[in-house]
């Protein structure tokens, strides 16, 4: 906490800054999915309740500080407008917006990322910018983690708030992680452990109960000893993987790795398989490969879910794009799903592929809360100060 959000700020009559992302897939010159743009109409609705009057800051792709106009904001203007129900104008140029009085209405500056001191964090152009509001609220969550002058330093030039979507992220983050319910367990999965050491590292000093499925585990086994053909495997990592599991000893955090695996020849749908005990004694052939958590391993994990409170999710268990190697991520996703829908397990899931599985076994809606941001999440689940949060709490 420490933040302020909407309801604490009087905006009646007032210019909002209003840091969003809305930095969404585009395909054939068309929004394909406007998840992000759909996630921010409450907040501003709820700008515009009070009285205030939105201007929105995002950015679109890299522009790396120049004008590139095929990363306008242009393309998302009538996805805004379906959004929030009314027209939005887009300001190309600051100096347009600074020029003359701005028109009523939503107002959308063009990408924000056009300016070096943007990404450059120039306090020049923050002061630039704050100049054009009297209040600033940050909704852009997933941009978090940078520390850029839209992120950061209006947040220190104006009176600032969270957005809807930024005040929900940051609620359900601190809940899963800060001050859980106990026993709070996380499913951390996916390809490799490169990716994840410091949330692993992190996360074995708060959670009880560590469920570690899919590529990474693989690596967690060959350090114990086992020898995995030619599964996913990062040979150089045993030794950060014989820490992790140390550290939890240390901890008294529980970690659970497959106990067995779909075991197959080739990475193609329906490949034939085998289900194979895993364990430090474990001797699979040169061109063997485990692709999935196996039914045992599965129904240990979902048990556990039983004894927990708090469920934390990244990653899958499995290669779960395709089948039959889907089977533990959708089973355990579906037993979560229930278990929350039942009231008895909060769950918060993000991260790039992990929203995808989900979204495969129609857990998602049934989860407590997920996260759209990707990076930011991960990085709150390191441990790591976001400073666009740091921003809003000073
Ligand atoms: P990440 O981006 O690190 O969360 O990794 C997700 C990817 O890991 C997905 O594309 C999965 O197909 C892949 N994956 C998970 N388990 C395995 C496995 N046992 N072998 C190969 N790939 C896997």
Redesign the pocket.
Known sequence: MGWKSLDDMDLNGKRVLLRVDINVPVENGQVSDATRIERIAPTVADILAKGGKPILLAHFGRPKGKVIPELSLRICLSELEKAFGQSVTLIETLEDAEGSALPDGIILLENIRFHEGEEGNDPKFAARIAALGDVFCNDAFSAAHRAHASTTSLAKLLPSCAGRLMQAELTALEAALSTPKRPVGAVV????VS??IDLLMNLVGKLDVLVI????A?TFLGAMGASLGN??QEPDLHGTARDILKQAETTGCKVILPSDGRVSRA?AANAEYEMIKLNAETVLEDDQ????AGDVATDTIVNEFKGLKTLIW????????IQPFDKATMAAAKAAAALTVSGDLITVAG????VAALNLAGAADDFTYISTAGGAFLEWMEGKELPGVSALQD
């Open positions: 999965g996916g390809a490799k990716t994840k499925g899919g590529g990474m693989n599964s996913l990475f490969m485990i692709l999935d990244n990653g899958p268990l499995g290669a779960f794009e991260g790039g592929d992990t």
